[in-house]
């Protein structure tokens, strides 16, 4: 990183920016979303965003796609003022954006979406060429080295490869500079290497890359410069060599936060509280055996599409099995989800948009809903109990919101993310299915969540936890199972659980 580093100090003081905010400025009623922040990237660079969440990341990166217009700033390519307006302004200036939270069309195909609003004409007036989209979508999958039928319709796909479709829509736009916000958060280590390969090769062809992520690896090995922001503000901008990721953290936070995820790992587990037994589902899972004891963590890993989420869906009853039993609590699982949140269960899904929110609702309501039987036995709503509850649970997980009646939807993802959690807090659950508790977290909020999941085992709770992220696997995890296609092909003890292991389990033999 030392000559990325010498190379942009003399490239700075040489050239213009490829682009420069100067003093932006974007308000909400209530809330200062950004405050006086510039920021320049210049060509070949890849700058890396930081910032907890709500520190401004999402609102400065609409701001600078045209989906936001600020309220005070400047605009500067190649040394000269724009206007910043709408997205057409933005697409203008070749500026791409791959948003955390995907902008697809679930029943177009993945060749659709790509040039979705840039297809190619037909011969026909009026019409479109279908095979030259095919073809050149073909070629952008290629080009990131994403072997699939670009016929296949997007609802079909996983979140990893809807993030892959993500990107190659981006880059089929031939864009100049490209915002890429958290584009790792649903892939696997794989995919990952293939990621970062095909980000050297367009800082190589001179593409500008702002990069937002929590993963201070990728940080480091990427950045040629570092920017963080801190309640809506720009608090620092930094070499890569000349900063530390505790550094980076006290930056974020404005505090020291504990990044390791220690914990006291279970040394006599209690009795079983779930036990799966040859499960086998229309989901693609089968002969899935795995137990989770009282007061243990358990790990559910392997590569993205090896299974896990499909697992923790047919426990939870929202996929069905089509042989194999379930028990919880030593009785037999039965029944849909609601079925299971009576006996004890909680899952917190990986798609928190789609699967675990009511977006359009408040704060308070989604914090409360799942816990309204446990709360008001008698069927009568008390509003002070509602609202000291939200209060409670919104100051114990940090959740960074104006108030409870704050519509959730107008959350940063990482904040939804802790309403998600939060709101299985006041149900009572007693085993806990965690599938990706930290995507899109930042990581002063991973080490509360991971205290906080710690807390539910040590009084007695148990955890099945996904993640893709083998790290959190070996630093929070008793133990582990690893997937492969469909099918656990390992169990690791505490002893055992390093990254080496779970990827030699879970990566396909030569």
Not at 96 to 117: R, T
Not at 375 to 401: M, W
Request: aromatic residues 6%; neutral net charge; proline residues 4%.
């Amino acid at each position: 990183m030392g000559s990325a580093g010498a190379r942009l100090k003399s490239g700075s003081g040489n050239c213009v920016p490829l682009l420069e905010l100067r003093s932006i400025s974007k308000s909400f009623p209530g809330v200062q979303a950004l405050d006086d922040v510039s920021f320049a990237i210049w060509p070949g660079e890849v700058h890396m965003l930081l910032g907890e969440n709500g520190a401004g990341k999402s609102s400065l990166i609409k701001v600078l796609c045209g989906a936001y217009t600020a309220n005070a700033g400047e605009f500067y390519f190649k040394g000269e003022r724009v206007e910043m307006h709408d997205p057409a302004d933005a697409r203008a200036l070749g500026i791409a954006v791959i948003f955390q939270e995907f902008s697809l069309v679930p029943y177009l195909d993945i060749a659709q979406n790509i040039f979705l609003g840039r297809e190619f004409p037909g011969v026909l007036p009026g019409t479109i060429d279908r095979q030259r989209i095919r073809d050149e979508a073909k070629r952008v999958l290629d080009q990131i080295g994403f072997d699939i039928d670009p016929r296949t319709p997007v609802h079909k796909l996983g979140i990893a490869q809807q993030q892959m479709v993500e990107i190659a829509k981006a880059l089929s736009q031939d864009a100049r500079i490209l915002v890429m916000d958290e584009p790792t958060a649903a892939l696997s280590d794989r995919e990952i290497e293939r990621l970062f390969v095909m980000v050297r090769k367009l800082q190589a062809d001179g593409v500008a890359i702002i990069y937002i992520s929590h993963r201070m690896a990728e940080v480091f090995e990427l950045g040629d410069r570092i920017t963080v922001l801190r309640d809506g503000r720009k608090v620092g901008s930094v070499l890569p060599s000349e900063t530390t990721p505790d550094e980076l953290v006290r930056l974020m936070v404005g505090r020291s936060v504990d990044t390791s995820y220690g914990r006291h790992f279970c040394e006599k587990p209690g009795e079983i509280v779930l036990d799966v037994q040859n499960v086998t589902a229309a989901n693609g899972i089968s002969d899935i055996n795995l137990t989770v004891r009282s007061g243990e963590i358990v790990g559910l890993c392997g590569l993205v599409g090896s299974g896990r989420t499909e697992v923790a869906r047919a426990i939870f009853g929202a996929d069905r099995i089509a042989s194999g039993q379930i028990h919880v609590f030593g009785e037999l699982r039965k029944g849909a989800p609601d079925v299971a949140v009576r006996q004890g269960l909680a899952l917190i899904p990986e798609s928190r948009k789609t699967q675990g929110l009511a977006l359009l609702r408040s704060v308070g309501d989604n914090l409360l809903v799942a816990g309204l039987n446990k709360l008001f036995p008698d069927g009568i709503f008390r509003k002070t109990v509602a609202r000291r509850t939200a209060d409670e649970t919104v100051q114990r997980l940090r959740i960074a919101t104006p108030s409870t009646r704050q519509i959730v939807n107008f959350l940063s993802g990482g904040n939804q993310q802790k309403v998600v959690i939060g709101k299985w807090l006041t149900t009572g659950a007693r085993l806990f299915i965690i599938d990706e508790p930290t995507r899109g977290i930042d990581v002063g909020a991973k080490a509360e969540i991971f205290n906080l999941i710690d807390g539910l085992v040590q009084e007695g709770a148990a955890v099945l936890m996904i993640s893709s992220e083998q790290s959190e696997i070996v630093h929070v995890c008793d133990r582990a199972y690893v997937m492969r296609e469909g099918r656990i092909v390992g169990e690791l003890a505490r002893e055992e659980l390093t990254e080496e292991n779970i990827l030699r389990l879970g990566m396909h033999h030569a």
